[in-house]
């Protein structure tokens, strides 16, 4: 792709670039998000046991959050309508406004949210730049600023394990520990952004709650992996899910019969935990069949989770995803090189051959050797 055309051109048509489909039998590898839920996963909600959540009074609610602070090794959690809250009422908990927020600058809490964390929580944003969205405790030291009468305060150490727009990379645990360590010897709270935590837990073995151990704050997303249609836990110790708890009401996210949502997710811990690595391994099968191909240039060079993030040479990401939709496969432009592929539990290993078919006619097509 000529890069003056690409710079040209921006910013990109998010409409077109997205490429909505107009028939539900399209393969949708846009985002693992895009799952409907299972007719088992509607009778539990139909069946919810339900009463006023905000009083701490709906058993359905109570109940998922213990099992997800349990699952990450907190003491205690609270349901949120989405992952983007859970940042967002973990950074309004940790940190003071003018404070600052160290992250990866690939992350979902710098390059989307609306810029909540400054526009809601007044902060500002320190981005590391790194390769797969994975620094080390140099990064952090070098994004630590001293304590001066000028400088913003650093204050909070955010992280995605696995990451998100860098394609699904997984923190080692040593490393994960060791930006921990560094940011709490230097007096700053840690949040572990763990949207996708299981795809790490099946891609490595390591359990949810040692990634999570000795962080401040971190959850689980119950829309993406876990095949759910609303909500997000976010946890930690009992006392700063107080303060979790009044951000959520002061934000309009205090709930009242929950019970039908909370429903859904204890559905997907039960059933839906092990989907995790079907969705990493349906992710190395779709690179398996792509990357033997040349065009097909893949960053990272292999899927350690469910997400693929690739470039096809001469081909435009915004072309690729329209001749894709043309033959039933749906996949999202990241910007006009890149291209992210995500497996999920409504796209099965035969329909991730099929898409690879068509990737790979749409391709041929797009550069006239078909
Ligand atoms: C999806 C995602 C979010 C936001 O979660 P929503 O439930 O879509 O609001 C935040 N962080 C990461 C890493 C994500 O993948």
Known sequence: MDRTDAETDWPLDIERTSGRPDSSKVIDLFSDSQTRPTEGMRQAMARAVVGDEQADEDPSTLELCASVAEMLGMEAGVLLPSGTMCNLVAVLALTNPGDEVICDESSHIYCTEAAGSAAIAGVSIRPITSRYGVFDSVDVLRALRSPSRTAPRSRLLSIEQPTNFTGGAVWPLSQLRAVRDIAQHHGLATHLDGARILNAV??????????????????????????????????????????FWQWKYRLGGAMRQSGVLAAAGLHALEHHVGQAAIDNQNASALHQRLVSRSEF?????????????????????????????ARGVRVRAIDHRYLRAVCHQDVNSNEVEQAADALIDAVATLLGTA
């Open 202 to 243: 099946a891609a490595t073995g390591v359990t949810a709650s040692t990634f999570a151990q000795g962080w401040d704050s971190a959850w689980l997303d119950l829309t993406k992996g876990l095949g759910c249609p609303v909500g997000a836990v976010l946890c930690g110790t009992r006392e700063l899910v107080q303060t």
């Open 297 to 325: 240039v893949f960053d990272p060079l292999k899927p350690e989770t469910n997400i693929l993030r690739f470039e096809v040479l001469g081909v435009r990401a915004d072309a690729l995803v329209q001749a894709c939709l």
